[in-house]
């Protein structure tokens, strides 16, 4: 199923996003716990890939094992940098013969190395170019990353807003937002993409924290705003896993209920591969969905 058709729906959707396994000898277990978060029933879960070719193997495996044998919808990410014209026309027919219809076009993420390069001769500059390709080459369903704080390489908000514009002209059916911790700040970034002509549904990204290290790792990627109720949280509990665990979940949900009664249809949940944290999730929200 493509994803428009189910953002075309009236009804409120909950899903999960999983990533692949790095090394060979750990896709059986991710294969597992993936499923496991199927068995939850998510409208769809999306599939990470890495950019830098590491995991990017495994994605479409994992992706397949959800779609084919757990009866979830998959989107499979896909990124340009670091990739060839060859191997990202191969992944397309790779996924076209999978059966997968709807793919996460992303830059990626670049490596340290990666940013002090020449990019002159780069396949794949932008998120944009890769879009156009898939366009061109098949029939998907495509989605693309959006910054409700400022991509970390946009000079400004206006700036990113106008190049996410050029991807949805150049075919982008939906976006899905970078982790945020204050909700106040997605509604601002929702009513600036509508004002600048967007009208293409823009997905929450939601990450539970459950630990202070995962807490760290993500704060550093995304530079996201810590609001001072979550500061609280972090300072009491980041010390104790299981406390902090349950504290992560319940502010999540928090921010979930919060973004589905202001309207918000669809919110998408990094799991982090966690079943536990998917299914405390699921449960805490699932008389709200449909
Ligand atoms: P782009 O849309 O290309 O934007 C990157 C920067 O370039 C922005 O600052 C933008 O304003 C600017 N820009 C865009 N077009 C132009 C142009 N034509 N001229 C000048 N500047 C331009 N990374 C992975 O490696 N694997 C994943 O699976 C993955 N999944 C993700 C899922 C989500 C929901 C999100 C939000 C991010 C994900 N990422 C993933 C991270 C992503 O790859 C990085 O954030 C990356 O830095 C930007 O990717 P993008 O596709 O948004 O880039």
Known sequence: MKLTELFAKDQVNLSFEVFPNKKP???ESVKAKTAKIAELKPAFMSVTYGAGGGTSQFTLE??????????VPVLAHLTGVSSTKEIV??????LK???????????????????GQDRTNWAYKYAIDLICELKEKGDFCIGSGCYPEVHPEAANMLEDIRHIK???????????????????????????????GIAVPVIPGIMPVTNAKQ??????????????HFKALLERYGHNDAAMKQAGIAY????????YANGVKNV?????????VAEKIMNNVKDLLG
């Open 25 to 27: 000898e750990n896709l």
């Open 62 to 71: 994992i992706a397949k094992n959800i779609q084919d044998n757990c009866g």
């Open 89 to 94: 026309a191969q992944r397309i027919e790779e």
């Open 97 to 115: 013969a999978a059966g997968i219809q709807n793919i996460m076009a992303l830059r990626g993420d670049l490596t340290p190395e990666m940013e």
């Open 166 to 196: 050029e991807k949805v002209d150049a075919g982008c059916d939906f976006l899905t937002s970078q982790l945020f911790f204050d909700n106040g700040i997605f509604y601002d970034y929702l009513y600036k993409v509508r004002e600048a």
């Open 215 to 228: 807490m760290e790792r993500s704060i550093q990627m995304s530079g996201s705003f810590i609001p001072r």
């Open 252 to 259: 999540a949900t928090e921010q979930i209920i919060d973004l």
């Open 268 to 276: 998408h949940v990094y799991t982090m591969n966690n079943p536990d």
